[in-house]
């Protein structure tokens, strides 16, 4: 038995501190070491955070020749750490301690801890991580979204070798050319994401004219800063400005902003900080504010509304709110836990009262928002987002395997990335081991990632391009769509694509995807409270035929 480890990034700055690895137990199937974050408080007392494995690592497990359900062996951890000093990682196996990192105890003369690696180095560091990362997919098999998942870790990459390469900027004048539009958006992917980049940069460069000046304002995860990009045309970016929260702080009272679109800001660390900054500057330069609701932030620091336990919270009194954000680790809570709940509705409800328009892309927001906010007037906008339709060449296939389709398969699709609580790894787990359990003929089959159960009837695809989900529908031979997301969603892309192919798609009756159920003659509802079986005797008369 012989524990395996490999940190990949070590970032820790102003209290938030992001690690990245994995750590595996060769030789011992069933066991899995424990991760531990160890620190002293300033008045000197110990404190311990556990961390969870959360990462499916398939490539490491095909390097150590690991079972597929020992596959969760990585971890990504993103928070606040307590106030105080933090001092070591460490993983614990039967009794053993493992240092992973250790970082300089200033009460300890002894310490003989490596320097902080330079910013040359911290470059040469990232760009190994990712390249690893790419050639171990290749040499596990894992063909199939490759080029996608290579592209992402190739433009993570260059986009730290800026920010760490490049000096910091030079002292600046007291005024700068202005900006017609600053938009403040998290770069984690997802939809919001992908609004800002498909639609809105567009729509604002558009708007603006030739000679537009449109900025970007984001967080870097993975180097910690605060970064400023001009956006410019056919979703290129130029680096502005980058640094530290006092010095974003300083680079906004000199700007001269026309118009702030708050898209997102889920994981910035001074995320209320933020909130109030934006409002104040709006008031005092009279500046246009727009804020969209891509989630529900503002409403909870647990942005999906999930309580700790994982199960979507209905939005309760602000009391059991209180306490459920006390021990929740659901998402970016760990950053926010400082915060009550009271006070961030207060900051936010402020921005919000202050804002020109606040754009929603369901009517179901509009519904969360009166319930946390009942004495707010919101200068509400419906703005659904657009879904391209199926290509005529898309329309053919489908047509020509519907008309050769004769019996159903007995497979459930479920689309995209079902790797959180929030996008239903409960439910899908769930309904997997009641099909096997029942002995039933049939197979669920992910069009994307989802954690691995080997022996049971469930099998992913992996990573896919858009444009590819018609050809692995019909090439898996889907009878009915299961969305298993257990939170509203304010919008689903997912959703909107499903309806194009006119197959049966079951929900769970919340948010936007009720919304969707009431209007689609093919759906299912399903309740939050019904069991695995219950879920799948709603699904049965699609996945048989009628004679069995």
């Known amino acids: 038995m012989k524990l395996r480890h490999h940190l990949e990034r070590v970032e820790f700055d102003q209290g938030i501190i992001l690690l990245q690895g994995w750590v595996a137990l060769v030789g011992h199937p069933g ?85 902080f690696p330079s910013r040359l180095h911290q470059h040469l560091r990232t760009w190994r991580y990712f390249l690893g990362r790419s050639w171990s997919l290749l040499r596990s098999g894992q063909w199939r979204g490759f080029k996608e998942r290579a592209t992402r870790h190739a433009r993570s990459a260059w986009q730290v070798a800026q920010l760490v390469l490049k000096p910091a900027a030079a002292a600046q004048p007291e005024t700068l050319p202005p900006w017609d539009c600053l938009v403040v958006d998290h770069d984690l992917g ?55 929260w006092s010095q974003l702080q300083a680079w906004l009272q000199r700007s001269r902003i026309a118009h702030i679109f708050y898209n997102n800001a ?84 402020q921005l919000l009262a202050t804002a020109d328009e606040v754009r929603i892309f ?97 099998r992913s695809t992996g990573p896919y391009r858009a444009s590819e989900l018609t050809a692995l529908i019909i090439q898996h031979d889907i009878d009915i769509f299961f969305f298993s997301s257990v939170g509203p969603e304010t919008f689903s892309y997912v959703l909107h694509e499903l309806e194009r192919y006119q197959l049966p798609v079951a929900a769970f009756d919340l948010g936007a995807q009720a919304t969707f159920l009431a209007r689609y003659p093919q759906s299912i509802c399903l309740a939050l409270t019904d069991s695995a079986e219950q879920v799948l005797q709603k699904l049965e008369p699609y996945l048989r035929s009628p004679t069995h």
């Open 190 to 244: 997802g939809g919001a994401n992908q609004y800002r980049r498909h639609q809105l940069a567009q729509e604002l460069l558009a708007a603006s004219g030739q000679g537009s000046r449109v900025a970007l304002l984001t967080f870097s995860v993975l180097t910690l800063q605060y970064v400023v990009y001009r956006i410019l045309p056919e979703q290129r970016q130029e680096l502005v400005t980058r640094g530290t």
């Open 266 to 349: 889920v994981s910035f660390p001074q995320a209320l900080p933020l909130v109030q900054a934006v409002q104040t500057y709006c008031q005092q330069h009279a500046c246009r504010l727009t804020v969209a609701m891509h989630d529900y932030f503002p409403i909870c620091p647990s942005q999906h509304l999930l309580q700790a336990e994982g199960r979507y919270c209905q939005l309760p009194d602000t009391a059991t709110c209180q306490t459920c954000l006390a021990r929740s680790e659901q998402a970016m809570v760990t950053l926010y836990r400082h915060h009550g709940i009271e006070a961030w509705r207060a900051v936010w409800g």
């Open 31 to 115: 066991q899995q070491p424990t991760l531990q974050l160890h620190g002293r408080d300033p008045q000197g007392n110990a404190w311990v955070q556990e961390l969870a494995f959360n990462r499916d690592r398939p490539d490491v497990a095909g390097e150590l020749g690991l079972s597929p359900a020992l596959q969760r062996c990585g971890f990504f951890y993103y928070a606040a750490v307590p106030e105080g000093q933090v001092l070591e990682l460490c993983a614990h196996t039967d009794g053993a301690r493992l240092s992973l990192h250790r970082w300089a105890d200033p009460l300890d003369k002894n310490s003989n801890t490596a320097p």
């Open 362 to 458: 369901d009517p179901s927001a509009q519904v969360a928002l009166q319930r946390a906010y009942p004495d707010l007037t919101l200068p509400l906008s419906l703005r659904p987002h657009a879904v391209a339709p199926l290509s005529q060449a898309e329309q053919d296939q489908l047509h020509a395997w519907q008309a050769q389709k004769k019996r159903p398969s007995g497979r459930i699709g479920i689309v995209g990335s079902i790797t959180s609580a929030y996008k239903g790894e409960q439910p899908v787990s769930d309904l997997v081991r009641a099909i096997a359990d029942g002995g039933h003929p049939y197979e669920v089959v992910v069009l994307g990632e989802c954690a691995a159960m080997p022996g049971l009837p469930l």
